[in-house]
Antibody, heavy 120, light 107 residues
């Protein structure tokens, strides 16, 4: 049974960096057959895919074009987890953030969600 | 990006009703369409993948159909635990995109 456990602060100041971690159990971040996504949800934007990391003999990342200059997703093989960093946040980045496993074309396991509020 | 449009945005139904939710893509996505159920305060849960495949553990009253641009999620006999918001998502091309959701409420 795959489980994803998210951690990270729920409050971030404007212009600072949002950092979240997703710890994986029951699978490996280095699996050759899945990808590891970050997705967020807000009333104004709905569900929005942010990006992913995956391993296919080497590491790859894909990011949403609108966030490409501000986002980094990194795997941590020593801890079997992956992380999200979003720089220069504004109140528009306030949302519930989810990590999720992308099995092939669908997200079959999700983290519990983290409400991140951007406010001074 | 491919736009996903669901209809209706909300509906009221009674336990035992047959419920149908539709999802339309702005261009053909073959069968790369997934359905999720979300309850308040919880993460989305995968119900149907590649248009019509039932995710393990999901009751058989849920079914999906369609291909190209038009897709349907059907709940054959609505149960109390099915009152939730449903989302479609295309995985045909990056970035994956979601519909705006359909809220199923108790009549």
């Amino acid at each position: 049974q795959v489980q994803l456990q998210q951690s990270g602060p729920g409050l971030v100041k404007p212009s600072q960096t949002l950092s979240l971690t997703c710890a994986i159990s029951g699978d490996s971040v280095s699996s050759n057959s899945v990808a590891w996504n970050w997705i967020r949800q807000s009333p104004s934007r709905g569900l929005e895919w942010l990006g992913r990391t995956y391993y296919r003999s080497k590491w790859y990342n894909d990011y949403a074009v609108s966030l490409k200059s501000r986002i980094t997703i990194n795997p941590d093989t020593s801890k079997n987890q992956f992380s999200l960093q979003l720089n220069s946040v504004t109140p528009e980045d306030t949302a519930v953030y989810y990590c999720a496993r992308d099995r092939r074309f669908e997200n079959d396991y999700w983290g519990q969600g983290t409400l991140v509020t951007v406010s001074s | 990006d491919i736009q996903m449009t669901q209809s209706p945005s909300s509906l009221s139904a009674s336990v035992g009703d047959r419920v149908t939710i539709t999802c339309r893509a702005s261009q053909s996505i073959s069968s790369y369409l997934n359905w999720y159920q979300q309850k308040p305060g919880k993460a989305p849960k995968l119900l149907i993948y590649v248009a019509s495949s039932l995710q393990s553990g999901v009751p058989s009253r849920f079914s999906g159909s369609g291909s190209g641009t038009d897709f349907t999620l059907t709940i054959s006999s609505l149960q109390p635990e099915d009152f939730a918001t449903y989302y479609c998502q295309q995985s045909y091309s990056a970035p994956p995109t979601f519909g705006q959701g359909t809220k199923v409420e108790i009549k």
